[in-house]
Nanobody
C-alpha cells in the first residue's frame, strides 16, 4: 500500500509561481507512475501531468503545457509540480496519485493523497 502526502499549496496572485510536493511512503517502488490532478468546485477532476518513477517519461495536459513542470527525486520518494505563470483558472484542489501504468484517467490510479489547495487571485 502506498501513502501519499501533498504539500506546497497556498494563495498567490496571477503570474506568480508555486511548487507542490508529493511524498510517497517507503512501499512506493520505481515502476509506479505518479500523477497530478486537480478539481475545482462543481467541476470534474482534471488531469494535469504524470511521470514515471523509473523512466522519467512525462505527459502534460494542454492547459498547463509550457507553464507547469513535473519532476521526481527517487531517493526521497517525492514528486514535484512546479507551476509558473499561474492563472485564476488554475485555482483548484490539487491531488497527487500513484498507479501501475500511465493514464490520464483518475480511475486508473490506485492511491491518492488528501489534496492541497491552490488559489490564484486576479
Amino acid at each position: 500500500q502506498v501513502q501519499l502526502v501533498e504539500s506546497g499549496g497556498g494563495l498567490v496572485q496571477a503570474g506568480e509561481s508555486l511548487r507542490l510536493s508529493c511524498e510517497a511512503s517507503r512501499r512506493t517502488f520505481s515502476t509506479y507512475y505518479v500523477g497530478w490532478f486537480r478539481q475545482a468546485p462543481g467541476k470534474e477532476r482534471e488531469f494535469v501531468a504524470h511521470i514515471s518513477w523509473n523512466g522519467g517519461n512525462t505527459l502534460y495536459s494542454d492547459s498547463v503545457k509550457g507553464r507547469f513542470t513535473i519532476s521526481r527525486d527517487n531517493a526521497k520518494n517525492t514528486a514535484y509540480l512546479q507551476m509558473n505563470s499561474l492563472k485564476p483558472e488554475d485555482t483548484a484542489l490539487y491531488y497527487c496519485a500513484a498507479g501501475s501504468r500511465p493514464s490520464t484517467t483518475p480511475r486508473f490510479f490506485d492511491y491518492w493523497g488528501r489534496g492541497t489547495q491552490v488559489t490564484v487571485s486576479s
